[in-house]
Nanobody
Framework: QVQVVESGGGLVQPGGSLRLSCAAS????????MGWYRQAPEKQREFVAG???????FYADSVKGRFTISRDNAKTTVYLQMNSLKPEDTAVYSC???????????WGQGTQVTVSS
């Protein structure tokens, strides 16, 4: 059973930075993707960024150039460095784990990010 737990959300002013962490535990598939989605109030959940076990990264257009996803060498923790934050980045950010060639997705509980002056 795989579990993922996020941390690092909070309140930040526009233009500021935050780093989110997502720690995965359990029997991880050697080939998998981890990443982040977000959901703002009264909006649908949207993809933010992902990283494969091979290190390939991909981003939503809305965060390219501002957000960077990375992972530790053990491939169990994923980070989302968020710079130049905007009020429209305000949302609950949820981490996901998806084993390759499987429809299974494991979600974290989410962490709130609020960008406001």
């Amino acid at each position: 059973q795989v579990q993922v737990v996020e941390s690092g959300g909070g309140l930040v002013q526009p233009g500021g930075s935050l780093r989110l962490s997502c720690a995965a535990s359990g029997s991880l598939n050697r080939l998998h993707t981890m990443g982040w989605y977000r959901q703002a109030p009264e909006k649908q959940r949207e993809f933010v960024a992902g990283i494969t076990s091979g290190g390939s990264t991909f981003y939503a257009d809305s965060v390219k150039g501002r957000f960077t996803i990375s992972r530790d060498n053990a491939k169990t923790t994923v980070y989302l460095q968020m710079n130049s934050l905007k009020p429209e980045d305000t949302a609950v950010y949820s981490c996901y784990y998806n084993p390759s060639d499987s429809p299974q997705i494991v979600w974290g509980q989410g962490t709130q990010v609020t960008v406001s002056s």
